[in-house]
Every structure is written in structure tokens, then in C-alpha cells.
């Protein structure tokens, strides 16, 4: 993603300069004016300039409250099980230079530094497979008394031995209670008490424009301290979570410190930047702390996440899906495939069904409902509402568990070529049925048709359209013969956009295809 550079500045600067002759000349103006009359005039600022001039926070106090709470993690591996895939010889512990290349730069900067995967297995000496090498550091805050640490996932996933250190220079190994890849968080335990405890806020109260701060370790400089303000809530980059955005300088170390309201309270955990470069760009993303205690809720219950499935594929539906479907807005969550085994199969969801509800909640994005469903504990039942064939039904489905490892099956292909028809119709598609062993390979037991050639500057070509796609459905009305697609055909407004639910793959999705 490129940002545009402006190119109106040199018009804004020539446009300020006229701007400050002009005020220029009118208060000299005014001067001689009064000089004529015996009277010194002073011009003073406007009173409003004065009034928009408002002093910065002051955040001293915040950070003598908060920064007691937050902690260094470094990570270490056995020398045995530093794994890579050639490259030069890890540096030496030894080399005056190592310590000052852990200690700034990230994992994986410096091509045979220990933590990359680049580099080459370190050579040990027999007798010394026990050897730690230093992988990666990252920051983390504590949330008990008793030594509950919490972190970023990747700051510690693949770590053999973990260590903690307070702002007061004690060091500890923590014990890894649990971790959760998809949410990115990371539980920690320490053998301490009477520890300072980072209190909890809630980030659903946080307002765009408002001063956050970040305290951590970047480079691995211990209790670093960036403010910036909360530039977007709720961005979508993730299944699970809605992204808090901030402009706070976050860099390679600051992964799992806090991001603090000016209450002195963590609203989120620092886990992802935007960047081109690898270093700050003006984009870094929290994840909401109320997301994060949940999870670590269940790491210290269970040494695990659960998490709920229903069991379907899903994509955004568009403008150009909604109208032609009869949606009064592009919203919910597009059904591409089901799981013929899984709970949405056996409460009737088909793919075509758009999600407008889950559990009475409404589902404006696509990524809503992966975040709603693994929420819901397993075994409960949910009430779903589905646009299906231009009107609204409710499907009750028995809510699922999400495997630790979810295997996906790939969709088989479409089978054996057939001869095309003469004749492609006004979407350019040449279309046949489905022989008896394309509809076992597509998992197809009635409906559909398969696309045996298109016309390369046809309308479905147009719109991404293959030759081998099965077509299911035309404006939401089932295609159940080529011929009857035909009949559906004839009946449509060649002017006006159609929508095609096309299964390729295994998984259908809803195709727009415009007139030409």
C-alpha cells in the first residue's frame, strides 16, 4: 500500500506568502494611518489564535505510576536446536560486537545473528548441546500481583527458556502458561509476589484523537517510553481481533508492552507496525486488552483457547453482490463453502447464504462473524439469519469446537472435459450439465452447471470467470440444467449487473458480472 505524496504544497506555501504580504501591508497601513493622527495603534494576535494554543500533556506522573509494571522478555534456545537453512556461521557470544547487536537490533536484522531463520545450525562442541543462545527480546506488562506476565505470542513461540526482568534489574525464568497464535497473546508466569500491577481499562472507551502511550523495550532499550493518539479503532487486519490503530512510535522490542490511556490504564497490547522498511512508519496496531484477558482467561483455566466453529467459509459481500441479491445494503458475510460434516451443514446452511445475524447480533463485516462464533462457547446453541433466495430465514445451529490443527480439504476439479454447446449466450459462457462423476468430485448432488468455454471478451470472461467453474446460482435462483440457465437468462435485463454464485475449487462465492 503506497501513500500519495502531497503535491499541492508548493501552491499552499505561495498562496501563505501572498496571504502574510497582504497582512503585512494592511498592518503597515494601519500604522501610518495612526502616525498621521498622533496615535500609536499596536496590532495584537486575533483571540482565537491564542485560545487554540493548548499545552501538551504532561506525562511524568503516568509513567512513574505504569512503567513499574512493565518488563523485558528475552528469549533464549539449546545451541542443539538453533535450526536454519544455511547462510555464515552464527556470530560468537564472545565477539565484542555480539552484545551490542542483540542488544539493537531485532531478530533476523543481521543475517548470522542467533534467532534467524537464515542462518546456519551453530556448530557446538560435543558436551555443550545444552548452550543457550540469545533469540529474540520483546516487552510484556504484569497483571496479578503473583506474577502473571502478559505478552505477544510471537515474542516467545518457538523459545526454550524465557526470561523476565523487572525495572528493578531482577531477572526470573518464567514458566509459558499459554499461547494463542491467532490472537497473538501469550500468558507468562514468574515465581514473585507483591509485584506492581498494570490495571486493565477498557479500550471499547477509547476515543479517536486521544493520547495514548507505549512503554517497552525497542532494540532491546529497556523501559522506553512513546506517546502518540488513538488514530482508528475496530481495524480489521485479523479474523479474530479489530485492531486498535495508534500513531505511538512502535518498534522491534516494543512486541507485547502496553499501550496506556491517560488514566494510567492498559487498553491494548503493542503487536504489529505498518512498514515498508521495517522500522516506524507513523502505523502501529494494539490489540484490544479486553480481547487479550479473555484469552489469557482461558491460557490460565485451560493451557488453551477454545473457541467455537460452525464450519463455513466466508468473504465480504460487496455493492455489486448486494443489489442484485436484493440486500438494502452490502453487509454480512458471504457463505462460500460448508463443511458437509460440520454444525452449519446440519442446521441447513447452504453456500449463497448470506449471514445478516448471528445470536442476534448484527454482522456488518465479513470478519464480525469468525470473531462472534469463536467466542461462543461449544455446545451452544445459536440462532442464525440468512438472505437466502431474496428474503430472510433463521437457522438454529449447535455451536462446534475449533480443533487445535483445522485441517482444510482442497475441492477437486471439475472432471472430465464435455463438448462445449455451438453457441456461447449473451454472457459469452458455454455452458453443459453436470455428468454423474463432476457432481461426486464437486460434492454437487442436484444443482449447477460447468463452464466449458468462454468468449475471451465476453462479460464472464470480464469478470474472472474459468472454463471448469461451476455455476450454482444466477441472481439467487438455482441453476439446475443448462438449459434452464438459458430460460433463466432470457428473463434478465441484459443491462443490468447479474450476480453469480460460482463454486471453483471447492468453495463458491457470489461473482458480479456487468453488461457490455
Known amino acids: 500500500m503506497s501513500i500519495p505524496h502531497s503535491s499541492d504544497r508548493p501552491c499552499r506555501k505561495v498562496a501563505g506568502q501572498t496571504r502574510g504580504s497582504l497582512r503585512t501591508a494592511l498592518a503597515g497601513s494601519a500604522l501610518a494611518v495612526a502616525a498621521l493622527f498622533g496615535t500609536v495603534a499596536l496590532v495584537q494576535p486575533a483571540p482565537v489564535h491564542a485560545q487554540a494554543v493548548r499545552q501538551l500533556p504532561d506525562f511524568t506522573g503516568l509513567v512513574e505510576k505504569t512503567g513499574g509494571a512493565v518488563v523485558n522478555i528475552r528469549t533464549t534456545e539449546h545451541a542443539g536446536n538453533a535450526q536454519g537453512q544455511g547462510g555464515e556461521e552464527l556470530l560468537d557470544p ?23 531463520p537464515q542462518g546456519r545450525q551453530r556448530q557446538v562442541p560435543p558436551g555443550q548441546s545444552g548452550e543457550e543462545i540469545p533469540r529474540g527480546l520483546g516487552s510484556g506488562f504484569i497483571i496479578s500481583a503473583d506474577g502473571y506476565v502478559m505478552t505477544n505470542h510471537h515474542v516467545v513461540d518457538g ?10 534489574k531482577r531477572e526470573f525464568k518464567a514458566k509459558l502458561i499459554g499461547s494463542d497464535k491467532n490472537t497473538d497473546v501469550a500468558l507468562l508466569k514468574i515465581d514473585a509476589t507483591n509485584l506492581p ?59 507485547g508492552g502496553p499501550l496506556i490511556n491517560m488514566d494510567g490504564q492498559a487498553v491494548g497490547i503493542n503487536s504489529q507496525i505498518y512498514s515498508r522498511t521495517g522500522g516506524f512508519m507513523g502505523i502501529s496496531f494494539a490489540i484490544p486488552i479486553d480481547e487479550a484477558m479473555r484469552v489469557t482467561d482461558q491460557l490460565k483455566a485451560n493451557g488453551r483457547v477454545v473457541r467455537g466453529r460452525i464450519g463455513v467459509a466466508i468473504t465480504e459481500v460487496t455493492k455489486d453482490i448486494a443489489e442484485p441479491l436484493g440486500l438494502p445494503k452490502p ?49 451452544t446453541k445459536a440462532s442464525i439469519e440468512v438472505w437466502r433466495a431474496g428474503a430472510a430465514r433463521t437457522l438454529d445451529v449447535v455451536v462446534g469446537e475449533v480443533p487445535n490443527e483445522q485441517a482444510r480439504g482442497a475441492g477437486g476439479k471439475g472432471g472430465a472435459e464435455q463438448q462445449a454447446p455451438a453457441k456461447a449466450n449473451w454472457l459469452g459462457i458455454m455452458a453443459s450439465d453436470l455428468t454423474a462423476e463432476q457432481r461426486k468430485s464437486q460434492g454437487q448432488p442436484r444443482d449447477g452447471v460447468v463452464i466449458n468455454g468462454l468468449e475471451p471478451n465476453g462479460a464472464a470472461a470480464q469478470a474472472g470467470l474459468r472454463q471448469g467453474d461451476v455455476l450454482l446460482q444466477v441472481n439467487s435462483q438455482p441453476i439446475t440444467s443448462a438449459s434452464q440457465f438459458e430460460q433463466l437468462l432470457a428473463k434478465l435485463d441484459r443491462k443490468r449487473t447479474l450476480v453469480l454464485l460460482v463454486k471453483r475449487g471447492g468453495e463458491a462465492s457470489y461473482v458480479p458480472v456487468r453488461p457490455q
Open 94 to 116: 564472545d565477539d565484542p560486537f555480539f552484545e551490542f547487536f542483540r542488544r539493537f537490533f531485532p531478530p533476523g536484522a543481521i543475517p548470522n545473528m542467533p534467532g534467524n
Open 159 to 168: 523459545a526454550d527458556e524465557i526470561y523476565v526482568t523487572l525495572t528493578d
Open 197 to 255: 500491577v498494570l490495571p486493565i481499562g477498557d479500550p471499547n472507551k477509547l476515543r479517536v484523537g486521544e493520547w495514548v502511550l507505549a512503554i517497552g523495550s525497542p532494540f532491546g532499550l529497556d523501559n522506553t517510553v512513546t506517546a502518540g493518539i488513538v488514530s482508528a479503532k475496530a481495524r480489521e487486519t485479523g479474523d479474530y481481533l479489530p485492531f486498535i490503530q495508534t500513531d505511538v512510535a512502535v518498534n522491534p522490542g516494543n512486541s
Open 331 to 379: 453487509s454480512g458475510a458471504q457463505v462460500s463453502s460448508v463443511d458437509p460434516k460440520g454444525p452449519a451443514a446440519k442446521a441447513g446452511l447452504m453456500p449463497g447464504d448470506i449471514i445478516l445475524r448471528y445470536d442476534g447480533r448484527v454482522i456488518e463485516r465479513s470478519s464480525d462473524l469468525p470473531r462472534l462464533v469463536g467466542n461462543t462457547k461449544p455446545g
